[in-house]
């Protein structure tokens, strides 16, 4: 199973500010037949299932304010907010989706500082 | 507009099976994958398996391969999960989530969660 690491485990930033989650997998999701990174974003909040925010590394799905992006190729991934608002308090995951099992990193807890 | 309705919350006894549904609507159900996941509370995302609605194939994580089964009923676009032998390990939020398309298991609709609880 390809493995999914996070860090921080958790991140205090202040309104307005920006801020920085990492994504390491321990193979390449780059799948060179169509050079597509299979890494995904969600964002969870408490008593919510998951919410996806980003696919293919950098593509923003519909509705996502646009202050959320993705970048990485290969085994190395950020998410970024470029600006912090209240509620984006929650939790963040990646998930790999090249290979089955899809995998997911442990979660990175951003709160407000 | 993709909507996934899961059924009700259970309580169950250790050793126990447990059924949990999910109902799909606003697209052609057997036009894509659906997979099971689980998040015991506090921690993170568990992948259980995925079925293919159009032909019930089913594939399940190594660790649950003794013990789970999936199928679908294409009549009421719904699928089925059943957990058997459950233990405490197994008190988790259940979620139904559908893939993004073939190819591409990602989640971008998820049902509202089953919380499975298991006390003795």
């Known amino acids: 199973d390809i493995v999914m690491t996070q860090s921080p485990d958790s991140l205090a930033v202040s309104l307005g500010e920006r801020a920085t989650i990492t994504c390491k997998s321990n193979q390449s999701l780059l799948y060179s037949a169509n050079n597509k990174n299979y890494l995904g974003w969600y964002q969870q909040k408490p008593g919510q299932p998951p919410k996806l925010l980003i696919s293919?590394?950098?593509s923003r799905e519909s509705g996502v304010p646009a202050r959320f992006s993705g970048s990485g190729s290969g085994t190395d991934f950020i998410l970024t907010i470029s600006s912090l608002q209240a509620e984006d308090v929650a939790v963040y995951y990646c998930?790999?989706?090249?290979?089955?099992?899809?995998?997911f990193g442990q979660g990175t807890k951003l709160e407000i500082k | 507009q993709v909507h996934l309705v899961q059924s009700g919350a259970e309580v169950k006894k250790p050793g126990a099976s447990v059924k949990v549904s999910c109902q799909a609507s606003g697209y052609t159900f057997t036009d894509y994958y659906m997979h099971w996941l689980r998040q015991v509370p506090g921690q993170g995302l568990e992948w259980l398996g995925i079925i293919n609605p159009s032909g019930g194939v089913t594939t399940y994580a190594q660790s649950f391969q003794a013990r789970l089964t999936m199928t679908r009923d294409t009549s009421t676009s719904t699928v089925y999960m059943v957990l058997n032998s459950l233990g405490f390990e197994d008190t988790a939020v259940y979620y139904c989530?559908?893939?993004?398309?073939?190819?591409?298991?990602?989640?971008?609709?998820w049902g509202q969660g089953t919380l499975v609880s298991v006390s003795s």
């Open positions: 293919w590394a950098s």
């Open positions: 989530a559908r893939a993004a398309g073939l190819g591409a298991n990602i989640f971008p609709n």
């Open positions: 998930q790999q989706y090249l290979n089955t099992p899809c995998t």
